[in-house]
């Protein structure tokens, strides 16, 4: 009989499943269906302590990765990929975590508890404060010419700036720029995002911080009340839109409007798999390649997990990950001539050569697992996609699969059952065969099937099943 072809449509988990895709798991979306989402790979070798957050620092051929934890900074060496201790005299003492940015050819870092530290590239040996009036900040971001920091010196609600183009000057007066002002409401400051104004997230409120020159420097509008962040570490930024977490779900803000990214489609999935009690360890990051936002968490199964937004496409995808923490860096110079160094054992090696990764000086999409960093540059991961219920006639059975994979094929489990209160059971995992066909015998009345994509596949576009209708009695 002829076949139906099921496209792998979006994933809205908050959706009913007879209206979805009920799973789109370790994979992210396409213009048509999905693409692999890569296994995170060992990328340097083990820190003196675990680490919590890092930056790359590119200015002219000066590429440095760095990581911070609570009590070192380490400079990622490019030879031998050793993270070295490059903390200022004494070290650190702070629970939070590390929040970096490059102004200019320096490197800034923020934990919450110590002045802010500056690193210039090409020249600095170790870490230091950048300056002796310089504050104590929670938050760092460029906002036009300035540095600009959240939480000063413990309070809750103070943001300050530096002087025009001197990330050295923070004391105020005729002869500089730098100030600071007291947002009255919205609760504490948790985050800001900069570029031409700049973004200031409180609890409850977000403000547009624009530059208007002397006397007052900058202006601080309210464009929302009520909604604001629920957590500094779910801020992302590409470009001019900026992407966060509120006490509702996902949104973006592009400095005018504040607009719903999750409504209706993975918010109430995110609040039902998060653990509450972990939701200071999200962190976020672009992948600059794929044009992803990523969100990694920890779940109420103890996993670190991700969810995944195409912004161009506007739609949603999940994964596990062993990454504690995800954000971008730069890949330093490295040789190919090195690699006997760095892979002792070639053939064990999960990266292809002409990854970019080898390549210096190109963004990627990367992460921390526990004292190392890692790069999402691995195999495939194990995917899943499982498709909304199919209906044929008060009882059917499907007799055939044929998976439509590019470059690869595909395992097919399928759950049957006769009424929609029925607990949901995959059947055992079927093969496809040599040419590509998977002969099942499934009977019921709705059938869900899950697609485990096999091989170097490169997109997963839809199925062919095969289900006819059968008598009832």
């Known amino acids: ?10 994933w809205t988990p908050d959706q009913p499943d007879t209206a979805t895709l009920i799973d789109a798991k ?30 790359v620092g590119k200015f002219g051929d000066d590429i440095n990765v760095f990581a911070g934890g609570t009590t070192k900074l380490f400079q990622l060496d490019s030879a031998s990929l050793d993270l070295d201790d490059v903390s200022k005299s004494g070290g650190y003492t702070s629970s939070h975590t590390w929040q970096f940015i490059q102004y200019g050819s320096v490197i800034l870092g923020a934990n919450g508890n110590s002045k802010i ?7 600095s040996t170790a870490f230091a404060d950048v300056s ?22 413990g309070v809750n609600n103070k943001i300050a700036w530096s002087d025009i183009n001197d990330e050295t000057n923070w004391t105020s007066g005729t002869t500089s720029q730098a100030d600071y002002q007291i947002l009255p409401d919205g609760g504490d400051l948790v985050g800001i995002s900069g570029g031409e104004f700049g973004l200031v997230f409180l609890e409850k409120a977000i403000y547009r911080m624009t530059y208007v020159g002397s006397p007052l420097f900058f202006q601080f509008d309210a464009i929302s009340r009520g ?6 570490s779910s801020i992302a930024q590409y470009g001019a839109t900026t992407y966060f977490l509120a006490d509702d779900g996902f949104y973006s803000c592009d400095g005018q409007s504040v607009v719903g ?6 918010d109430r999935f995110f609040f039902d798999d998060v653990s509450l009690s972990d939701l200071e360890t999200i962190s976020t990051a672009v992948d600059p390649i794929k044009n992803l936002v990523i969100w990694n968490y920890k779940n109420t199964s103890g996993n670190r997990a991700l969810l995944i937004y195409n912004w161009q496409l506007q739609k949603w995808s999940r994964g596990i990950t062993i990454a504690d923490t995800i954000g971008t860096i730069a890949t330093l110079t490295t040789g190919l001539d090195d690699l006997d160094t760095l892979y002792p054992s070639l053939d064990a090696m ?12 190109k963004f990627l999409f990367a992460g921390l697992r526990a004292d190392k960093l890692v ?14 219920d199919i209906e044929v006639g008060y009882n059917s059975v499907i007799t055939l699969v044929r998976p439509q994979i590019q470059d690869g094929t595909a395992n097919i489990q399928i759950a049957s059952r006769r009424i929609q209160g029925e607990n949901v059971q995959f059947g055992s995992t079927v093969s496809s065969d040599d040419e590509d066909r998977v002969s099942v015998r499934s009977a019921g009345r709705y059938h869900r099937i899950k697609v485990i994509p096999t091989g170097n596949w490169t997109q997963a576009l839809a199925i062919d099943v095969e289900v006819k209708p059968q008598g009832g009695r």
């Open 117 to 123: 530290q500056a690193w210039t590239l090409g020249t």
């Open 227 to 232: 909604l604001g962040c629920l957590e500094g």
């Open 1 to 10: 009989m002829p076949s139906q072809r099921i496209q792998f449509q979006e």
């Open 375 to 388: 790069t999402f540059t691995g195999q495939n991961t194990s995917a899943e996609l499982i498709t909304p």
């Open 26 to 55: 370790n994979v992210f979306p396409a213009a048509v269906g999905y693409a692999p989402f890569p296994t995170a790979d060992e990328y340097s070798n083990a820190a003196s302590e675990n680490l919590n957050n890092f930056i």
């Open 261 to 266: 990214i999750g409504t209706e489609k993975v």
């Open 132 to 153: 002796a009036d310089a504050p104590i900040a929670t938050y760092l971001a460029v906002v036009k010419d300035f540095v600009v920091g959240t939480h000063i010196g």
């Open 350 to 361: 999960t990266i292809s050569l002409d990854d970019r990764v080898f390549v210096g000086g």
